[in-house]
């Protein structure tokens, strides 16, 4: 084999290479995920999604984040209804209580300001020391209160 057949060689598996990453870099293919990515599935895998359609407003709540070192607390909130409107202040309508019976408002509702579809982020400082629980209470606003509890450490 000649030079100019190995780098005829050569270039051909590069270019085949290149056509394999960039083919089968979609979100099927975790090995090619980036660690953010990888990170947020693991996030949402650790944490329930919680229901409570008792009443007039349904209310779906994931953790996003309740790990010791995060620098904030997210809880993914979603709220629906067909008979009121959903323009709660978010911040002064919920609660997180801790396992020893403390409560900690929201810092801030990160997300839609009414309407009858609403979706968006409660956002907490840590609580420190990590409880063995939290409680998010959605007390403003809703009949009856809506109340969703994990466990954060075994």
Do not use: C
């Not at 190995?6 to 598996?13: P, R």
């Not at 090995?31 to 007039?56: P, Y």
């Not at 993914?76 to 020893?100: F, G, P, Q, Y």
């Not at 409560?103 to 956002?123: C, F, M, V």
């Amino acid at each position: 084999m000649n030079a100019k057949q190995k780098w005829s060689l050569v270039a051909t598996v590069i270019i085949g290479v290149l056509i394999f990453i960039i083919s089968y870099k979609d979100e099927k293919h975790p090995v090619l995920k980036s660690a953010a990515q990888a990170d947020a599935e693991i996030t949402k895998q650790l944490w329930e999604a919680k229901n409570d359609e008792r009443g007039a407003v349904a209310i779906s709540v994931v953790p996003l984040e309740l790990s010791p070192t995060a620098a904030e607390w997210k809880f993914d909130v979603t709220l629906n209804t067909h008979s009121i409107e959903l323009d709660w202040d978010m911040v002064k309508a919920v609660t997180l209580v801790d396992d020893r019976g403390n409560s900690y408002g929201p810092q801030k509702w990160e997300g839609a300001l009414g309407g009858h579809h609403r979706e968006g982020t409660l956002i907490f400082t840590p609580i420190t020391p990590t409880p063995k629980s939290v409680e998010l209470r959605i007390t403003g606003g809703v009949e009856p209160v809506k109340s969703f509890t994990w466990n954060i450490k075994n």
